[in-house]
């Protein structure tokens, strides 16, 4: 690969992704209140404690069967907060539009984008629009950052988390990105998987009451693949999952066999990965599976005292390691 | 001109862009918080008061005298929380960055834009990027979301001016647009026009000391004619501007009749605009005077009971008016 140019594997949320973060953007920004690790960090303010997030959408098409680009926008950067164990407040939305672009797209999309804002309960506060010339752009990409409030005793973080502890995820995984790859129509497959794009706020609600919490995480780009690697990465410990206990939807995981994709790669948009001290697993479960978005959650690995790698306990019984993402699988997904 | 797609005249700080802000972003996203026509927000939290703002940036070429993409971000969200009274404190940055684009490129841009931050006095909390396929981006782009902290009893408003109200300029305008221009090299026009792109936290915390003081803005997009148009729209009240007051440097001039520009549509990236009761217009005029980047300010206008358009009046003492901006003069300005 050349490493003087930007490469798609640059924006697939694996290593390349990565290394550019860290020796080009951290290089140059690094202070204390920026955590390149972290999707949303805390602000200091008078008297309490605002939490602060951003991300940019570039998903490809802009429409696609359980969300579009706008509402995608809105539930990836609140639940950045979300997962932070925050309650989404404030949303500014920067719009790069191409020239071109048919208006009635651009209306659906702020529209839908503004129906998932009222949903979460976020205010869209700032905003700005530029227009790219035709050619320049890829139709529509937006951007938001999200202030959220967060309770300042609330205890989080990878540093908690000790071998033995249990991984949890809130429903099946995939979904987003094998309905956004099926509504490219290139792969002349048709199918009826939607996105599982939405708020992930009352779930993340729901788990900090449950006493042995230790730390929330969404899995998009890279998927459960990419937070299972960062938890190994940030941890030191070992990370092992049970494939069997993975919720996988038989269509996605049909998708996934026959293109060659592997669903702990894809992006989630609606999802939580949770984990939790071992004696409070069930009541964790319990937790996620009483909110309308969790019933199909399910503990799904732990940590342990192996080398700080991912490793993925087949249904055989056997185990491979899930590696680190380096080719983009699927560019333009979030 | 269609208006069922998006053109280029949308992106330009004109009627179609205030008209494609109103009726898909404003008609579905109007809340208390959100105003569309200012730059710069309040949000209460306990105790105090936070300003927040977000802007995008599209400039090219990437790098231009005086400045280059990563400063201009930093410069452009600052100064609006600058205008709007408040310290800039936290910026999140999205960069969109195209396959291809030389890292070494990305290195500058990002290491000036992070000295441009450490200038300002404000703190990259939050970062995400994006990977544009080859073709489907302009090399990169930049959103930035600032926020700042402003003393509660700060009170500026468009609400406050009144007709006598002095208007000033901080320095000559024009001379970002010019130079990004002249950087193109598309007409084989070379010059030593340097882009003003600065903070101005200097100028806005000296007219905050200033009594009088009714509100400031910086003319960036569309330029001091806009700025003007949107005093007019807000107001209610003619706008004169005084031709032989304005600063203008000649090179600027020069160039503008050449191509057939008008400075007074053309981008600055380091100027204040601001409205002052006439009795203290003085007073003000000196405190920009007595800072290093305000020694060219110049009281150029005044808020009248004429109809509420935007007059120049002339070196030879006719006037015209400045009618607001349709097709755009310079895309990709800022």
């Known amino acids: 690969m050349d490493d003087s140019h930007i490469s798609l594997a640059h924006g697939n949320g694996g290593r390349y992704m990565r290394e550019l973060i860290s020796e080009v953007f951290n290089a140059h920004l690094a202070n204390p209140h920026l955590d390149v690790h972290a999707d949303a960090v805390p602000l200091p303010v008078a008297n309490g404690e605002i939490v602060f ?7 490809q098409p802009l429409e696609f069967p359980g969300g579009d680009i706008g509402s995608l926008a809105v539930h990836g950067t609140t639940n950045d907060l979300a997962v932070a164990g925050a309650i989404p407040q404030y949303l500014s939305l ?20 503004a129906r998932a804002a009222q949903e979460v ?10 227009v790219l010339r035709r050619g320049e752009g890829g139709g529509l990409y937006l951007a938001t950052t999200g202030v959220g409030m967060r309770d300042p005793k609330c205890a989080m973080s990878m540093g908690l988390i000790r071998e033995g502890d249990s991984i949890l995820v809130s429903g099946p995984i995939g979904d987003h990105g094998i309905a956004v790859l099926l509504a490219r129509e290139e792969f002349g497959l048709r199918g009826d998987v939607k ?13 900090l009451k449950v006493n042995g ?19 190994a990465q940030g941890t030191g410990l070992g990370v092992r999952l049970d494939q069997a206990a993975v919720p996988v939807r038989d269509q996605v995981q049909a998708v996934c066999e026959m293109l060659g994709y592997d669903p702990y790669y894809l992006a989630c948009e609606g999802r939580v990965v949770a984990v939790v001290a071992a004696d409070h697993a ?3 479960l319990s937790a996620l599976q009483s909110q309308p978005h969790g019933s199909a959650a399910a503990i799904v690995g732990e940590f342990d005292g192996a080398p700080a790698r991912v490793r993925l306990t087949t249904e055989l ?14 560019p333009r997904i979030c």
């Not at 920067?94 to 984008?113: H, K, P, Q, T, Y």
């Not at 919490?213 to 938890?231: K, N, Q, S, Y």
């Open 53 to 59: 997030t951003t991300d940019g959408f570039t998903v």
């Open 94 to 113: 920067n719009a790069f539009i191409e020239e071109g672009l048919e208006i009635a797209v651009l209306d659906r999309v702020i529209g839908s984008l």
């Open 121 to 130: 309960g976020v205010v869209v506060a700032a905003g700005d629009t530029k």
């Open 195 to 207: 996105s599982d794009a939405a708020s992930v706020l009352t779930l993340t609600q729901a788990l």
């Open 213 to 231: 919490l230790r730390f929330m995480r969404d899995p998009t780009r890279g998927g459960l693949a990419a937070v299972a690697h960062e938890f």
């Open 282 to 284: 069930t009541e964790a």
């Open 317 to 330: 019984g056997g185990e491979r390691f899930l590696e680190e993402l380096e080719d983009d699988p699927l």
